[in-house]
Structures are given as structure tokens and as C-alpha cells.
């Protein structure tokens, strides 16, 4: 059994940074793709960022969504089954519940969430 082990999170003013990590703990073999969501209040979870591991493509690759071009930056730790989110500038409106995702061995795994507050 694969569990998601978040970490980070917390309240930051505009402007400021945080970083969150997802820990996969458990027998993984292959993972397709890793990625972060998130959910702010009233509205529908949203993709934020996904990584692409090497070996299903030339190197990894990441995405992002629009809004956190630039600001944003998801990594992996390979040997560690780790996968960080770092976000730098932050908005109020990044405040959301942030919520790490792997799809791996043709499982569906989601962390139970980090909230991320950005308020002055």
C-alpha cells in the first residue's frame, strides 16, 4: 500500500515563499506522473503543476498552470520517492489546500492535503 506524506504549508504574507514536499511511502515500481492540485475555497481543485519522470521522456518534464508560471517551481527527489512544490511570490490568491498526486503501478495515489494561507 502507497501513502502520501505531505508536508509544509502554513500562512505566509504576499510576496513571501514556502515550499511543500509529498513523501511516497510504500513499494512503488513506476511512476508515470507526479503533480500538484489545489483547492480554494468555493471552488473546484485545480492542477497547479505535473512532472513527467525521465524514463517517459527525454528528461523530466513539467508543466504548469498559467497562473503559477514563473513562481512556481515542482522537483522530485528519485531516490527518495520525494516530490517538492516550491512557490515563491505568493498571492492571496494562492491560498488553496495543496494536494500531491501520483499515478503509479496503474494506482491513483492523493496526499490528504497541505493548506497554504497567503494573507497579510
Known amino acids: 500500500q502507497v501513502q502520501l506524506v505531505q508536508s509544509g504549508g502554513g500562512l505566509v504574507q504576499p510576496g513571501g515563499s514556502l515550499r511543500l514536499s509529498c513523501a511516497a511511502q510504500g513499494s512503488i515500481y513506476s511512476i508515470n506522473t507526479m503533480g500538484w492540485y489545489r483547492q480554494a475555497p468555493g471552488k473546484q481543485r485545480e492542477l497547479v503543476a505535473t512532472?513527467?519522470?525521465?524514463?517517459?521522456?527525454?528528461?523530466?518534464?513539467?508543466n504548469y498552470a498559467d497562473s503559477v508560471k514563473g513562481r512556481f517551481t515542482i522537483s522530485r527527489d528519485n531516490a527518495q520517492n520525494t516530490m517538492y512544490l516550491q512557490m515563491n511570490s505568493l498571492k492571496p490568491e494562492d491560498t488553496a489546500v495543496y494536494y500531491c498526486q501520483i499515478w503509479a503501478d496503474g494506482m491513483d495515489y492523493w496526499g490528504k492535503g497541505a493548506t497554504v494561507t497567503v494573507s497579510s
Open positions: 512532472i513527467t519522470p525521465a524514463m517517459h521522456t527525454k528528461g523530466d518534464s513539467s
